[in-house]
């Protein structure tokens, strides 16, 4: 190797207080201190050494070796006196130090430094220690004069100094030249962590490999592929899967969640104290097929790498989902509770009888079918030949035995198989001379099932695979909720406990034994749907601000978001979405509200301007304003292109305007010439803008529901607004007919961007709490077509009876927007 007078020295010891041992911790197949020691091989240097402690030494060697170290065993606690030690045996001019925390070392920004720190020293300059600062958490390393840290050691005693390396430089700066270097762009991410030093750093460190491995990235990474994994959303949103390991629940829920944690990169918690016998023989059976060890894990991880958290676990208590709803999200799949409060999104996959609560999705697609698929699933006549009885392994109910022999009477010649699922099950000791082949639960039996004439199961996920497979199914009911799914979703079954010949027969001429059409056939992925909510985003109330205690109501949910309503303010409020914020842009106005309302804003000015004639002439009769002579300041807040600032002006307020639309607001400003300022409220200061602090009346048009920190905005505008002034808003009203007459249509519909829906009759007790009285409510926004009795009758527009329902929606407020005009008191 060419001489560069460099040696690279990683430290090292097992003796982690927070992570013991993590140096050699398996990380997706090779140990933590392998990835450092392959990225500090990319360093040019003539030497490598990891420097350890004595007790480590022995542990350390064989990793060193294999990754071209050497191994040099010093102090535990005097750090620095081992580096000198390290030093004295070899001749080296240049040090570059990392530590063993980081398997995302930035090689690139190393050798960088190395090369910086010589360049100094080979002038007239001078440099005794070098780093780069601005690199993520725990990537640094340090580059240093092997004779200037001799020196730097001899002259200090002190115990701190002696624990680290850098200190005994930089502590010192009156001696040494110490620079740190601001790090060049691509390598400058203060904010971003890689380093493992706590349990969650090494889960973060697992999806980092996770994805690196997924796009075929090899190590040593570089920068740009860790930079990648670290924006990647399975590293960004990682996602802890709850599935129920309890002995009784079955084996499906375990199942269901490794498939989709092998789809999505997610981590599985599978408890210590599992109940659930077949556990361990099905997370190998996943890790057999790639499923890295890594991905299970037997505590959930604390707030500093916050997962979303997904169970499937049938049914929690009300303790296990305020424990797993804290500071995270909570999706629950399949979950039966009644505490479903908690979760911030519901998706049921096996279709159930009947559910009080609404989910947000409900989708069979979901579930995995098989890919093995019966050839003659199309035939009306089939000999059976083979029978499988599955009841979950567990069968708590003990169906299996009574199962296998009706089915021995009845088909004497074919050949029953009972899957059961331990020793503890008693008809181990029968199977000698029942004729019936018992035998343990199957890896991979969704790919199996097709090779069966008839599946006996319960009601669940089997069945339906076994449908999909083309094989005729017949269901044991063990409860009368299950006998009424069966009958719901068209699956043959025998009610009856003693399984009699009978009922058999009964079950086996039914027209539903080969229920083919249970499925649409939709395939969906459960990992990649999952993995696009835990990007979903969780909100509390925007007036209040704060998380409650208690899981706020829900008020609806649907696909992309739910509702709650706020248990302190009362206000309904956007608490869950899956949909990325809106960038207002600047070309808002000419393409989104041509793309809304066909028409561009300047061609609507005109009627927009109407409306605010009349509106201008409420708060005038509200406010008291006379003439010209006593001109009164108005600010409208997202005054668009300025057609209530016209109206406003013509009914003699002295206007003021602001938007985030900057097309908007030269609009205003050059053609209208009213003074606006482009900014985004809050953040505005209309002393130093307008040179007004309080304005007479403060104005805002369909704006108010897009305000995600509304609780902000509103004691801005309190404080905009003089005492006596008024405050006056337009929104789309949680009270309209359309509302009222479906509330999850409507909620389905609501823009977005809406954060927060006002409802007229709790408007005062919420703008109480900024200071304001309500004065007047306008209902506005009748659309009699959208009443239930006008749709069902097909009334024209004219008729008596549309004009009944017209005056009905004025008189009871049912508008499907609402004013609202309040006093600052
Ligand atoms: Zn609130």
Redesign the pocket.
Known sequence: MMKTNRTVIVQCRLSSTRLPGKALKDLCGKPVLAYVLESMHKVKADHYFVATDEASYEQLLPVCKEYGFECFAGSLDDVLGRFISLLDTIKTKTVIRATADNPFLFYEAAEESAQLFEEKNNGKTHCDYLTYSGLPHGSGVEVFSAESLKKAASETSEPYDHEHVGPAFYNHKDKYVCDFVPAPRRFNYPELRTTIDTYSDFLRAVSMLNYLKSHNYEGPFTTEQILEACQSNSVKYPVVLVPSVVKGHGTGHLRRCLTAASQGGFFVYVPEDKTLKEADSLIEEYIAQGLSKNQIITSIPDESYLPAIITDTFELTQNQLKELAKNRSLISIDEGSKYTDYCDYLLDIIPSYKCERRANITNSAFITLPENVRSDSDAEERNIEKVLICLGGEDPSNLTMPAAQAFRRKFPDAKITAIISNEDNPYVDYAGGTNIEFIKPVAGLREKLFEYDIVVTHYGLTAFEAVYAGCGVILLPTTNLHKKLAEKYNFAYVGDKSISDSALQTALSSENLYAKKILSGEKKSLGEFLRHLSAGKRMC????GKVPSQPDEVISRNETRTYRR??????V?MAFTTIEDKKYKKEYFFEEYKKQYGKTYEEDFDSIKAQGMRRAAIIKSLSGVGGAATEKNLLDIGCAYGPFLAAASESSFNPFGTDIAEDAVSYVQQKLKYPAVCSAFPDIDTAEEFGITQFDVVTMWYVIEHFKDLGKVLRKVSTLVRKGGLFAFSTPSGEGISAVSDKDHFYEISPTDHYTIWEPSRADSILRIFGFRVERIVSTGHHPERFPSIKKSGAQKGSLKWNLVDAISHARGLGDTVEIYCRKI
């Open positions: 109330c925007p007036v209040c706020c248990s302190t303010c009362g206000m409020y």
